[in-house]
Every structure is written in structure tokens, then in C-alpha cells.
């Protein structure tokens, strides 16, 4: 069980590192290509965006139906590839194509990985198992910013290329340690509807990406928004009459996992748009360079572990809604802090480093509490499509995350800007602690045994 664990957090690390990674590179990706139009290269951040929440839930759906340990190892094998391929690439259009298939192969291992991890264990124990592993993925969103610093200083190639060797030795490692849960007997899923459920994803996803650069109130906006709406209500129509549908409705009427789902999803947009204020800033407004700004960053990061670890000892008695709403708490006060003591003249210790312990302790309270009780609600038979629709909330609200914040900043940020940014992002991780309240859990969801990350026994 624990090699499982260790083998899928790889494999989550990585896609969820590449996500944030590559914000801290895009100025030098940027003078790597000289010549071309900024439009055109912020589709190397957008082309993964979009591809891995539109694959998300097919790909899960897939898996449950096939092979949960195939999906992930093909997943890797994708990835790594993929990342070899964008770390050479001759021109930006080459490394967009790159990009697009490096994201198809995160969908697939994404879902394939929680699914393996809870087949793995027994339901006593999922909630701690799931617990660490939504804490690794917290923690390599918020150390992009450091990683993306230190390899940046020799090339934004690295950015790409340290994924081949951490990839290869998880593929050799899954190969031959992940288990092959049973495949679930049934007919075929509704590949119409998957196609649907991708297409609305997508669209939704690039009208969020691309409403700055193309006016929120536009026809372009509007009409793909409007587009992404139709082509989701085809689905929900198609899906409440399959008989095989690629999301069962039934799922998101179960509401400790639709009230996680939701938090999530809101508190994802908080996350998202924290990071990249904070990256931005120093950069901009302190002048630090971003090997300063991922270091100065680093603490928040170090607190998720340590609170995700904690919060496993207490869910069991206050339960999952309570805690996570505390998370929320802290975090929104974070955020309310930069707003009110962080000025123009750089100030590490006073004004940015509480503000980052705060943060990084909600995010060590809320995203592993919220996985796990997602995760603890789901039958065995949808273990990879329920944390495919976990994985592209969290997508999603980093998208809508970034666009509120672009769209708060405005064209010519201050320091004015930047405190209604760090107020917005408050409201938002207060919201999701609100949201968090709706969660009920049965006492025999709750009574499980305290988090621990003791990885030496198999």
C-alpha cells in the first residue's frame, strides 16, 4: 500500500508542479523566442489549461472501465515524453503542440492515480492515505514558483527536462509495484457524451483564459461562453437518460461529495490567484528576481504538510465541514494581511512571510480535508471518475481564479490594484469556508485512524 502511494504522488506531483511551474518561466520562454506576439505564447500556459480540464472526467470514466493502473502508466509515459519534446522544441508552435499532449497525459493520470490509491487501501484507512496525497499536491502547486526560480537561472529548457528522469523512475516503479485493481464489467461508456462533457470544458475554460485579452463583455466571450452552457446542458440531458453516461447524476446528488466538490472548486480560484499575486509582485513592484521570489516564498509551502498531518488528528472529532471552514478562515486572513500591511518597499520578514504562513496553513487545513471526504463518499466502482470531477473543479478554479485576478489588477497594476486583489482572494477562501459547512459526513465516515507519513513499510 504504501509503495502505491508513494508511486501515484509522483505521478500527481508532477502534473500538478508543470501547472504552476511554468507561470515562473514564461518570461524567459518569452525572450527565448524572439519575434513572436505575446497572444501566441500564452498559449503555451492556456493549450494545458484547457486540454486537462476538458480529459478529465473522460479519461476517468475510461479508466474505471478499463484499467486504472494502465491509465496511469500510460498517463506517465505521455507526460514524460511529452516534456522531452517541449524542452527541444525549435519554434513556440512546436512547444504548443507539445504542451497539448503533455496535458493529455495529465488527465489520464490524475484520475488513474487517486483511483489506484483508493483501491489500495482499506475504507478505514483511505481518508489518511487521501489526506497525504491532496497534501503533496497542494504542496507542489505552491512550490512551483521556487522550483520554476532555481531552474530558470540556467534555462527555461530544465523547466521541462527535470520531469524525464522523476517520470521514468515512476514509470519503472509502477510497473512493477501498482496493483491492477479489477476492471468494472459494463457496456461501453457514451462516448457522444464524453465528447460533449470535453467540448463544454473547453470552451468554458478558454472563454476564462481568454477574456482579458478579448474583453469580458465581447461576442467572442460571450458566444463561446454561451456555447460551453448549450453543449453542458446537452450532456446533462444525454447523461440522465444513458444507460451508460460517462458521469452518473447520481454522483453529484450525493452532498458531502457535490459541498466538497464546490468548496474546492472556489477555494482552488483563491489558491491560484494568490500564487500568481505574489509571484508577480515581487517581481514587478519589489524588482526580486524569480529565483528571490520562489525562496522568499518557500515557508508557505512547508506549512501544508505539517497542517495536513494535523488537521488528521482532529477531523475525527469536529468532522470534515468544521475544519475546513477554519482552513478557510486562516487563509482569507493571509490575504487580508498583505492588503492591509504589504507596501511598495520590499519587506520580507514584516510584511510578506506572515502572510505566507497563513496562506500555506489554510491551504494544509482545506485541500486534503475536502479530497478525502470527496473521496470517502465515492463507491469503489467510480474511483477514478469521482476524482476526475475532483481534479477539474480544482482545474477550473485555478482558471477562474487567474481571470478574476487579471481582470482585478487591470492593465497597469499599483499598489491600490494589488490590495483589492489580495481582498478578492480573501472573499473567495472565506466563501469556500461557508461552503465547507454544508459537508455532513456519518460518524463511521469520521472515526478513522490519525495521518501519518511513515512510507517505510511496502
Same mark, same amino acid.
Given at each position: 500500500?504504501?509503495?502505491?502511494?508513494?508511486?501515484v504522488?509522483?505521478?500527481?506531483v508532477?502534473?500538478? /508542479?508543470?501547472?504552476?511551474?511554468?507561470?515562473?518561466?514564461?518570461? %524567459?520562454?518569452?525572450?527565448?523566442?524572439?519575434?513572436?506576439?505575446?497572444?501566441?505564447l $500564452?498559449?503555451?500556459?492556456?493549450?494545458?489549461?484547457?486540454?486537462? @480540464?476538458? /480529459?478529465?472526467v473522460?479519461?476517468?470514466?475510461?479508466?474505471?472501465?478499463?484499467?486504472?493502473?494502465?491509465?496511469? /502508466?500510460?498517463?506517465?509515459?505521455?507526460?514524460? @515524453?511529452?516534456?522531452?519534446?517541449?524542452?527541444?522544441?525549435?519554434?513556440?508552435?512546436?512547444?504548443?503542440?507539445?504542451?497539448?499532449?503533455?496535458?493529455?497525459?495529465?488527465?489520464?493520470?490524475?484520475?488513474?492515480?487517486?483511483?489506484? /490509491?483508493?483501491?489500495?487501501?482499506?475504507?478505514?484507512?483511505?481518508?489518511?492515505?487521501?489526506?497525504?496525497?491532496?497534501? *503533496? $499536491?497542494?504542496?507542489?502547486? %505552491?512550490?512551483?514558483?521556487?522550483?520554476?526560480?532555481?531552474?530558470?537561472?540556467?534555462?527555461?529548457?530544465?523547466?521541462?527536462?527535470?520531469?524525464?528522469?522523476?517520470?521514468?523512475?515512476?514509470?519503472?516503479?509502477?510497473?512493477?509495484?501498482?496493483?491492477?485493481?479489477?476492471?468494472?464489467?459494463?457496456?461501453?461508456?457514451?462516448?457522444l457524451? #464524453?465528447?460533449?462533457?470535453?467540448?463544454?470544458?473547453?470552451?468554458?475554460?478558454l @472563454?476564462?483564459?481568454?477574456?482579458?485579452?478579448?474583453?469580458?463583455? $465581447?461576442?467572442?466571450?460571450?458566444?463561446?461562453?454561451?456555447?460551453?452552457?448549450?453543449?453542458?446542458?446537452?450532456?446533462?440531458?444525454?447523461?440522465?437518460?444513458?444507460?451508460?453516461?460517462?458521469?452518473?447524476?447520481?454522483?453529484?446528488?450525493?452532498?458531502?461529495?457535490?459541498?466538497?466538490?464546490?468548496?474546492?472548486?472556489?477555494?482552488?480560484?483563491?489558491?491560484?490567484? *494568490?500564487?500568481?499575486?505574489?509571484v508577480?509582485?515581487?517581481?514587478?513592484?519589489?524588482?526580486?528576481?524569480?529565483?528571490?521570489?520562489?525562496?522568499?516564498?518557500?515557508?508557505?509551502?512547508?506549512?501544508?504538510?505539517?497542517?495536513?498531518?494535523?488537521?488528521?488528528?482532529?477531523?475525527?472529532?469536529?468532522?470534515?465541514?468544521?475544519?475546513?471552514?477554519?482552513?478557510?478562515?486562516?487563509?482569507?486572513?493571509?490575504?487580508?494581511?498583505?492588503?492591509?500591511?504589504?507596501?511598495?518597499?520590499?519587506?520580507? #520578514?514584516? %510584511?510578506?512571510?506572515?502572510g505566507?504562513?497563513?496562506?500555506?496553513?489554510?491551504?494544509?487545513?482545506?485541500?486534503?480535508?475536502?479530497?478525502?471526504?470527496?473521496?470517502?463518499?465515492?463507491?469503489?466502482?467510480?474511483?477514478?471518475?469521482?476524482?476526475?470531477?475532483?481534479?477539474?473543479?480544482?482545474?477550473?478554479?485555478y482558471?477562474?481564479?487567474?481571470?478574476?485576478?487579471?481582470?482585478?489588477?487591470?492593465?497597469?497594476?499599483?499598489?491600490?490594484?494589488y490590495?483589492?486583489?489580495?481582498?478578492?482572494?480573501?472573499?473567495?477562501?472565506?466563501?469556500?469556508?461557508?461552503?465547507?459547512?454544508?459537508?455532513?459526513?456519518?460518524?463511521?465516515?469520521?472515526?478513522?485512524?490519525?495521518?501519518?507519513?511513515?512510507?517505510?513499510?511496502?
Open positions: 500500500m504504501k509503495r502505491t502511494l508513494v508511486i504522488c509522483v505521478g500527481v508532477l502534473a500538478t /508542479l508543470d501547472l504552476f511551474i511554468v507561470n515562473v518561466a514564461f518570461p %524567459a520562454i518569452t525572450r527565448g523566442f524572439d519575434g513572436v506576439a505575446l497572444s501566441t $500564452s498559449w503555451v500556459l492556456n493549450a494545458y489549461a484547457i486540454v486537462v @480540464a476538458a /480529459l478529465l473522460p479519461a476517468g470514466r475510461l479508466t474505471d472501465r478499463s484499467s486504472r493502473k494502465g491509465g496511469f /502508466l500510460l498517463g506517465i509515459a505521455l507526460f514524460v @515524453a511529452a516534456s522531452a519534446a517541449c524542452a527541444a522544441s525549435p519554434d513556440v508552435w512546436f512547444l504548443i503542440g507539445a504542451r497539448v499532449v503533455q496535458a493529455a497525459g495529465a488527465a489520464l493520470l490524475i484520475p488513474a492515480s487517486l483511483g489506484l /490509491l483508493l483501491a489500495a487501501y482499506p475504507p478505514e484507512r483511505r481518508a489518511g492515505a487521501v489526506r497525504i496525497y491532496a497534501a *503533496m $499536491s497542494g504542496i507542489a502547486a %505552491a512550490l512551483g514558483p521556487v522550483l520554476g526560480g532555481l531552474l530558470v537561472t540556467a534555462s527555461w529548457r530544465w523547466i521541462f527536462l527535470v520531469n524525464v528522469p522523476i517520470g521514468i523512475a515512476a514509470l519503472v516503479a509502477g510497473r512493477r509495484w501498482l496493483p491492477s485493481p479489477p476492471r468494472i464489467e459494463e457496456p461501453a461508456p457514451d462516448l457524451g #464524453a465528447a460533449l462533457l470535453a467540448l463544454a470544458s473547453a470552451a468554458v475554460t @472563454a476564462l483564459v481568454k477574456a482579458e485579452a478579448w474583453g469580458w463583455g $465581447s461576442p467572442r466571450i460571450l458566444g463561446t461562453f454561451a456555447a460551453g452552457v448549450l453543449l453542458l446542458a446537452w450532456f446533462l440531458r444525454r447523461s440522465s437518460a444513458h444507460d451508460s453516461p460517462i458521469v452518473e447524476l447520481h454522483l453529484l446528488r450525493n452532498r458531502q461529495f457535490t459541498a466538497s466538490v464546490v468548496a474546492m472548486f472556489v477555494f482552488s480560484s483563491a489558491f491560484a490567484a *494568490m500564487l500568481l499575486s505574489v508577480v509582485w515581487a517581481q514587478t513592484m519589489w524588482g526580486w528576481s524569480a529565483l528571490k521570489t520562489g525562496l522568499a516564498f518557500a515557508p508557505g509551502p512547508l506549512m501544508v504538510p505539517l497542517w495536513a498531518i494535523a488537521a488528521g488528528r482532529f477531523v475525527h472529532r469536529t468532522g470534515p465541514g468544521p475544519l475546513a471552514a477554519v482552513g478557510g478562515l486562516v487563509y482569507a486572513c493571509g490575504a487580508v494581511w498583505w492588503a492591509t500591511v504589504i507596501g511598495v518597499h520590499a519587506d520580507w #520578514a514584516g %510584511a510578506m512571510l506572515p505566507t504562513l497563513l496562506t500555506g496553513t489554510g491551504v494544509g487545513l482545506t485541500l486534503p480535508t475536502w479530497t478525502a471526504a470527496a473521496a470517502g463518499s465515492l463507491p469503489p466502482e467510480r474511483f477514478a471518475t469521482g476524482s476526475a470531477l475532483i481534479n477539474m473543479a480544482r482545474q477550473l478554479g482558471t477562474v481564479g487567474v481571470a478574476i485576478l487579471v481582470a482585478v489588477l487591470g492593465v497597469a497594476p499599483g499598489l491600490g490594484a490590495r483589492h486583489g489580495w481582498e478578492t482572494i480573501a472573499g473567495l477562501a472565506f466563501a469556500s469556508g461557508i461552503a465547507s459547512l454544508a459537508l455532513v459526513v456519518r460518524r463511521e465516515r469520521i472515526e478513522l485512524e490519525p495521518v501519518t507519513l511513515d512510507l517505510a513499510q511496502p
